[in-house]
Every structure is written in structure tokens, then in C-alpha cells.
């Protein structure tokens, strides 16, 4: 049984930073390319970043124009977790984050990130 746990929101000023973490069990990341995501009150879920599963060479990262240059994504197949760096924090990044593997549909329960003065 897949499960993921996201940790690492909260409340952060606006140009802060958080970092968030995705761990999982009952798979190995490094076998799947995975997602996070983000759904703020009123609006769709999106796609904020995609990381591909390991093949040769370094993984494939693609963003949403919204968070390029801002966010990373990155794993730690030792620890099995995702990584989502999120920095120059902005208002409109408020929202829950979770973590998906597309291919077993899994998905976290979220976790909130709130940036505000």
C-alpha cells in the first residue's frame, strides 16, 4: 500500500522560504516520476512541479510559469522522500501542497502554506 505524507508548511512572510518534504512508503520514488501540486481556496488543483523517474543522467524537472525560477523540486532516493524548495514566497503561493505519483494515483493529505505579512 502506497502512502505519502507531506510536512514542512506553515506561515512565512512574503520573499521567505520553506522547504517541503513528501515521504513515502510502499514504493521507491526513484522509480517514479511525481508531482506536486497545489489547490488554494476557490481555484482547481494545478500542477506546480514534475520530477521524471531515474533513467540516465539527471531527472527531468519541468515547472509552472507561475513558480519557475522560484521552486525546486528534488528527491532523496536514500530517504525516499520528495522535496518541494519553495523560495521568494508570494502571496498568491498560498494554498495546500500535495504530493502525487501519477501512475498509482496516490496522493498526501496536504499540507498548508500560508504566506502573509
Known amino acids: 500500500q502506497v502512502q505519502l505524507v507531506e510536512s514542512g508548511g506553515g506561515l512565512v512572510q512574503p520573499g521567505g522560504s520553506l522547504r517541503l518534504s513528501c515521504a513515502a512508503s510502499?514504493?521507491?520514488?526513484?522509480?517514479?516520476?511525481m508531482r506536486w501540486y497545489r489547490q488554494a481556496p476557490g481555484k482547481e488543483r494545478e500542477s506546480v512541479a514534475h520530477i521524471s523517474r531515474i533513467t540516465y543522467g539527471a531527472p527531468y524537472r519541468e515547472y509552472a510559469d507561475s513558480v519557475r525560477g522560484r521552486f525546486t523540486i528534488s528527491r532523496d532516493n536514500a530517504k525516499n522522500t520528495l522535496y518541494l524548495q519553495m523560495n521568494s514566497l508570494k502571496p498568491e503561493d498560498t494554498a495546500v501542497y500535495y504530493c502525487n505519483v501519477p501512475s498509482r494515483d496516490a496522493w498526501g493529505q496536504g499540507t498548508q502554506v500560508t504566506v502573509s505579512s
Open positions: 510502499g514504493l521507491s520514488l526513484g522509480d517514479q516520476a
